[in-house]
């Protein structure tokens, strides 16, 4: 018998066969020899650990393998999803997908010089926080504010600059975690702050707190529980009659809303999440939020309260650590921009518009799709029916918004197998999985997103009919 191993091409010679096949001549050579040499060793182990005999190979099969290998590795490591889950700020695909303005400021900001630390006035240097501060005093109602990569960041500056080695009280039902690394007894102590927790998981009153108080004492926290309610036998402390006590006792009083909320909720009924100005107006002295929540722009997080803290805040050599780039604050301050004219957000915010569309318009959108899906399969059955979407995020954890879902069974595929063709498929798609069916809820997805996924599903459905 010959030797299975002598069979095999040399690297040279399987490569220059896929540069010539018609996937190959397509992509960068670096690619298909990383993939050759990729290819050549799984057919190696193969025939190393099974029964030679047994395994089936050809020459036009390697080469094709080599090409889809260089192919997938060509391909870029992040890329556009489009959004099909009906989860409007889904943590794993980025949160808010950025307003027009917000994109085309980061664009000119990435091509271009700009005047980041640069008082073009003057000609002085400048701070970059300089750059947003009115925009966010306009926004939160504060007197001052300042901005950092992201809320987590906003949480360790503020407890490091108010609390260094002392105590601040927070209630036992709002010791969060926001999706695993983000857990506040953990955030505390890292920031050198010292956790005094106060009142039990489902009741806090308000003298929980004044008993805590002592000479160590230097803040009192209320956190938003943003990705959980309490319901039931449930008391805890308006923010208002902290602010009471904290000043009382000289405390400094802070508020995590965490996602944000700049605008009326009034249309989304049943929702309680807090809004950005009521701390301020209630007088807490810090409040703060994620700039890519509810606000629907980039990373960030926000701090907006009274200038001596921001000053510490900042003259904090950490601030060094956690300052955003350019990019970020062109697209905040873009954002920014469209919220000072609370319409125009609403029509030009991504979240907002997701948020906000009426069943009515969401309910014509899906019977055209599912139409245009029928005409070209004819096989499948496809539905469109009502099923609940979600703001996602870690908010509005527990308001539903009434939303449409086309529903699609494949036909000859099984459902994980054509969910995962659709996740691997170019732009890649995500959709839910729910009873044996497969549900494309339009809400997520950008309208000029539509024909990209209508081709996608209709490429794969029928690839197998
Ligand atoms: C989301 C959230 C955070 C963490 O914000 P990141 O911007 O993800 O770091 C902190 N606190 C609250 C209340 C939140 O909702």
């Not at 139409?371 to 870690?394: C, D, K, W």
Request: charged share 20%.
């Amino acid at each position: 018998m010959s030797n299975p191993f002598r069979q095999l091409p040399a690297v040279n010679e399987l490569l220059h066969l896929a540069q010539s096949h018609p996937l190959g001549q397509t992509l960068p050579r670096r690619h298909l020899l990383a993939a050759t040499r990729r290819q050549l060793d799984v057919l190696r182990t193969t025939l190393r650990n099974a029964d030679t005999t047994a395994v089936v190979w050809t020459l036009e099969t390697l080469v094709e393998s080599v090409c889809t290998d260089a192919f997938a590795a060509s391909q870029p490591k992040l890329r556009t999803v489009i959004n099909a889950t009906g989860i409007i700020l889904h943590t794993n695909l980025g949160r808010a997908p950025m307003a027009e303005a917000a994109a085309k400021a980061v664009y000119d900001a990435a091509r271009n010089y700009v005047n980041l630390e640069l008082d073009l006035a003057t000609g002085e240097r400048s701070s970059r926080q300089k750059l947003v501060r009115s925009a966010l005093c306009e926004l939160t109602g504060a007197p001052s504010a300042t901005v950092v990569n992201n809320c987590a960041a906003a949480t360790v500056m503020v407890l490091r600059a108010v609390a260094p080695g002392k105590e601040v009280i927070v209630s036992r039902g709002e010791l969060i975690e926001i999706g695993g690394s983000f857990r506040l007894p953990d955030i505390m102590a890292s920031s050198g702050a010292i956790l005094k927790e106060v009142g039990t998981t489902n009741i806090t009153r308000l003298r929980d707190y004044e008993r805590a108080i002592g000479p160590n004492t230097a803040a009192i926290l209320r956190v938003h529980t943003s990705n959980y309610r309490i319901r039931g036998f449930t008391d805890s402390v308006p923010i208002a009659d902290l602010v009471a006590l904290g000043h009382a006792h000289n405390l400094c009083v802070i508020d995590d809303v965490g996602s944000g909320r700049a605008f009326d909720l009034a249309q989304l009924a049943g929702s309680d999440e807090p809004d950005i100005r009521t701390g301020i107006g209630a007088g807490a002295d810090l409040v703060i939020f994620s700039g890519d929540k509810l606000l629907g722009g980039p990373q960030a997080g926000i701090i907006a309260g009274q200038a001596k803290w921001i000053q510490a805040i900042e003259s904090d050599p950490f601030m060094r650590a956690v300052r955003t780039d350019k990019l970020t604050l062109a697209a905040l301050l873009a954002t920014l921009e469209l919220h000072a004219d609370p319409e125009l957000a609403w029509q030009t915010v991504p979240v907002l518009r997701m948020l906000r569309e009426p069943l009515e318009s969401l309910r014509s959108r899906a019977t055209a799709f599912a139409e245009r899906l029928r005409e070209q399969l004819p096989n499948t059955s496809i539905e469109v029916m009502e099923q609940p979407a979600f703001a996602g995020g870690g908010t509005l954890p527990d308001t539903p918004l009434a939303s449409i879902v086309v529903v699609l069974t494949p036909q000859c595929q099984s459902l994980s197998g054509f969910a995962a063709k659709l996740r691997t498929a170019s732009p890649a798609v995500l959709a839910r999985i729910h009873d044996g069916r497969i549900l494309f809820d339009l809400r997520t997805v950008l309208t000029e997103q539509e024909p990209q996924l209508e081709a996608a599903i209709v490429a794969l459905e029928s690839s197998r009919l």
